[in-house]
């Protein structure tokens, strides 16, 4: 979309119509801030779930054969 956005504002210039040139070119700078800005929440969110995961959890084969509600009862 962003190429898209640069043609129409250099065919918009060449024509000499300035006011749609500038609206356009605001709205790929609206468009291009909002994308960096979701960019960086993005990965301060992937930093914090990266932060939080516990790296000790036992893994399938470290687990003893319980079920969900502990161990199995004996008769």
Do not use: W
Request: glycine share 6%; charged share 15%; with cysteine.
């Amino acid at each position: 979309m962003l190429p898209l956005l640069l043609v129409a504002a250099a065919l918009t210039l060449a024509t000499g119509d300035l006011a749609d040139a500038a609206v356009i070119l605001l709205v790929i700078t609206v468009n291009t801030t909002a994308g960096y800005i979701q960019e960086v929440k993005a990965e301060h969110a992937v930093a914090a779930l990266s932060a939080g995961s516990d790296s000790t959890a036992p893994t399938p084969d470290e687990l003893s054969c319980r079920g969900p509600f502990g161990p199995p009862r004996r008769a």
